[in-house]
């Protein structure tokens, strides 16, 4: 069958080929290293010029052969008997040839002094390697293999899915699927993230199992995909294939492969070190396992190391997907999820910390990279209390993203799945009640009174003032939506005489004093709302909380706007605008357009939508 998807990086190999005598192909298992190193061979004798294009084509499969050795696999392939590394640099001196070294990784040492070798003293040879991690040599140019693109940019089926339609229908002939059908091949392809190998042995899964079966066994897991059929052993299943590389790798490296199989997307150093240490894995050995597997393929580097940022790496799934049996196999998956359930823990307070401090970007930013693996810990079932108390604490320290940030409907099914589990009489029930009912808010739930009722009075049992205060800050501004502006009023005076300046969690008095502003200017009491923002501001929480800072600029442009002063008034809501754009606040963004809208385009003196404008306001905020 033809090669899918590979025609440019057969081209910019054979131009390697052309500028330089040795060519790495690398990339993980899978890839199709192996095919596209054919294709490049058989048109090597035309695509080369006329001073590099070899009389012959040499080819020598290292892994079934190179059990006695690369240079014993060369001389096989030259027809002569068992030899060493300068009897084949001897017999190849003065030939003319491509020498196509495949699946070099089991012999990968012996092969490194080889090719040096054919360099140094046979002049008329080019070599073209494949492996999982390049030869290191100085001459060397490296030809990395990514993944199929599913879709190319302009939405279009790219050549993963051209790959497994065409193997189906080589397993089935007369295969065809409509739009649905199509779409669902999308979906698998997507899941197998574009693996030529992958693709090939999933679509020989399609004369057994439906597409919609077949979509849903992958959620499962990749490494039960396999046919028989295949010449080659290992790559008779995904399993097999990750089995070769994982027999290659020592112990220590083995077992950071395993304990990385919790993680989800791309992690961090630090969080590799804290995972996978123990064991006989001592936590400065982690970097060079983490480096080893890089090399090899296994993990790709996301951010590589060296630069200004931290590094951090990413783990196929099919990878993950292996490591998840060799650490069910070991008995360790119960404590693996433990220790990733507690890091990333600590990144949630860690969030909340900077967010609290004022470096709103930074905390955004931390959660965005780690959004994966947050998720990941908050949606594992918590296997006991501890656990469970664990994880709902984090939803709780991530209060500022869900609220906040846009992402209130996630925040929600996160803390309604784990509030059953809380203990009713523990200090985190109430709050996580406060939360839920405040995203229900967000999100215009029906439920969300019930939920602030229920926060009210898990919070009075424990005494917990704070929290009793921030329910009376939602209800404030659940009032101040309805266009209840004198109930608004009373709730979120008295949420700013209980919520602290600085509270350990959630929004500080300030933002309630200042909805409050927000509130009597919409009531028409300028005067009133002019000194609960001015007496806001001036609280040391508004000095470095970007959210209050924000709310403020848009309570003095709405005062502005309602004197007539129409010019101050833009200059201050555009201030607000570029705060709810740094701190990535949608409906905040929302809430400042509508009222700039309505200073550039509505009559002085007066808001244009009173109502909308406080639906908008208590939506934000």
């Not at 009897?87 to 001196?93: P, S, T």
């Not at 998840?324 to 433990?338: I, K, M, N, Q, S």
């Not at 307070?349 to 900077?354: E, F, K, P, R, V």
């Amino acid at each position: 069958m033809a090669l899918v998807g590979r025609e440019a990086e057969v081209d910019r190999i054979r131009e390697l080929l052309a500028r330089g005598r040795l060519v790495s192909v690398v990339g993980a298992a899978g890839r199709g290293k192996s095919r596209v190193a054919e294709a490049v061979a058989a048109g090597a004798r035309r695509a080369l010029p006329a001073g590099a294009a070899p009389d012959r084509v040499l080819w020598v499969s290292c892994w079934e052969e190179g059990a006695r050795g690369a240079a014993h696999a060369v001389a096989r392939a030259l027809g002569g008997g068992p030899a060493g590394v300068r009897e084949v640099v001897d017999r190849l001196r003065t030939r003319r040839l491509l020498l196509v070294l495949d699946d070099i990784d089991p012999v990968h040492g012996e092969c490194i002094q080889l090719v040096q070798t054919l360099l140094q003293d046979a002049p008329g040879v080019r070599v073209l390697v494949t492996g999982r991690q390049p030869l290191g040599l100085g001459e060397e140019q490296v030809a990395r293999l990514g993944a199929l693109p599913v879709t190319w940019p302009d939405g279009a089926d790219g050549p993963a899915v051209e790959l497994f339609l065409r193997q189906a229908r080589a397993v089935r002939r007369g295969y065809t699927v409509d739009a649905a059908g199509r779409a669902l091949v999308r979906e698998i392809c997507t899941r197998l993230e574009g693996l030529p190998l992958a693709l090939v042995l999933a679509a020989a899964q399609v004369p057994r199992f439906p597409l919609p079966r077949l979509a849903t066994l992958l959620d499962a897991g990749q490494c039960w995909l396999r046919d028989e059929g295949r010449a080659v052993r290992r790559q008779r299943s995904l399993r097999a294939a990750m089995a070769a590389q994982y027999a290659l790798c020592d112990r220590s490296v083995r077992v950071v492969w395993a304990r990385l199989a919790t993680v989800a997307g791309d992690f961090s150093l630090d969080a590799a070190v804290f995972l996978c240490q123990g064991g006989g894995v001592a936590p400065q050995d982690v970097p060079a396992c983490l480096a080893r597997l890089a090399a090899a393929s296994v993990l790709e580097p996301v951010r590589e190391a060296g630069g200004v940022l931290p590094p951090r790496y990413r783990m196929a799934a099919v990878a993950r997907d292996f490591g998840a049996e060799r650490l069910h196999a070991a008995g360790e998956t119960d404590e693996a999820a433990d220790r990733h359930l507690l890091w990333y823990s600590r990144v949630a307070t860690s969030a909340h910390d900077l967010w609290r401090s004022g470096q709103h970007t930074r905390a955004s930013l931390l959660i965005r990279d780690e959004s994966d693996n947050l998720r990941a810990a908050l949606e594992r079932p918590p296997r006991d209390e501890i656990q469970a108390d664990l994880a709902l604490g984090m939803a709780l320290d991530l209060w500022f993203w869900w609220a906040v940030c846009g992402h209130a409907a996630h925040g929600r099914e996160v803390v309604e799945r784990l509030l059953p589990l809380a203990d009713p009489t523990g200090p985190l029930y109430g709050r996580a009640l406060c939360l839920a009912g405040w995203l229900a808010a967000s999100t215009g739930a029906d439920d969300a009174p019930d939920l602030l009722c229920r926060a009210w009075s898990a919070a009075v049992l424990v005494g917990d003032a704070t929290t009793a205060g921030h329910v009376a800050h939602v209800q404030g501004t659940m009032a101040l939506s309805h266009g209840q502006l004198e109930r608004a009023v009373g709730l979120l005076r008295d949420a700013a005489q209980l919520v602290p300046a600085d509270p350990a969690h959630g929004p500080p008095a300030a933002l309630s004093r200042m909805l409050l502003g927000v509130t009597h200017a919409l009531r028409g009491d300028l005067p009133e709302a002019l000194r609960a923002v001015r007496g806001a501001l001036r609280e040391p929480s508004a000095q470095r909380d970007l959210l209050i800072r924000c709310l403020g600029q848009y309570a003095l442009a709405l005062v502005d706007h309602l004197k007539g002063r129409r010019s101050r008034a833009w200059r201050r809501a555009q201030r607000a605008l570029a705060h709810a754009v740094s701190l990535g606040c949608p409906a905040a963004v929302f809430a400042i357009e509508h009222l700039l809208n309505d200073i550039e385009h509505g009559p002085s003196g007066r808001p244009m939508r009173p109502p909308g404008l406080a639906c908008e306001v208590a939506a934000a905020w």
